[in-house]
């Protein structure tokens, strides 16, 4: 069974860098997509970025050219390398994963998802 478990997240400054990870606890190396999202009370779930197995990417218009998915599948670890954040970036960061048989992105309905954890962004 797939368990996920985010890390990383904090408070900073806008204009600072952060590093969210995602470990797959199950060790079930069963998930061929993996995604991360993000939430703020009363607005509905975004995706920010995801990855395929093949190494193909997607990225939200927002984060593109500040933000970096990557997957280490020898650790289980996802990563979501975050540059030049700004306060609109503050919300719950979930990570989720899943297989699927066709290609990867943010509209997969993925079926495993972590607890998140909380970025703060202050101007």
């Known amino acids: 069974q797939v368990q996920l478990m985010e890390s990383g997240g904090g408070s900073v400054q806008a204009g600072g860098s952060l590093t969210l990870s995602c470990v797959d606890t199950?060790?079930?190396?069963?998930?061929?997509?993996m995604a991360w999202f993000r939430q703020t009370p009363g607005k509905e779930r975004e995706g920010v970025a995801a990855?395929?197995?093949?190494?193909?990417?997607d990225y939200a218009d927002s984060v593109k050219d500040r933000f970096t998915i990557s997957w280490d599948k020898p650790k289980n670890t996802l990563y979501l390398q975050m540059n030049s954040l700004e306060p609109d970036d503050t919300a719950m960061y979930y990570c989720?994963?899943?297989?699927?048989?066709?290609?990867?992105?943010?509209?997969?309905?993925?079926?495993?998802w972590g607890q998140g954890t909380q970025v703060s962004v202050s101007s």
């Open positions: 989720a994963a899943d297989f699927v048989l066709g290609g990867c992105s943010m509209a997969v309905k993925f079926g495993d």
């Open positions: 199950g060790h079930t190396h069963s998930s061929n997509c």
């Open positions: 990855i395929g197995g093949g190494g193909n990417i």
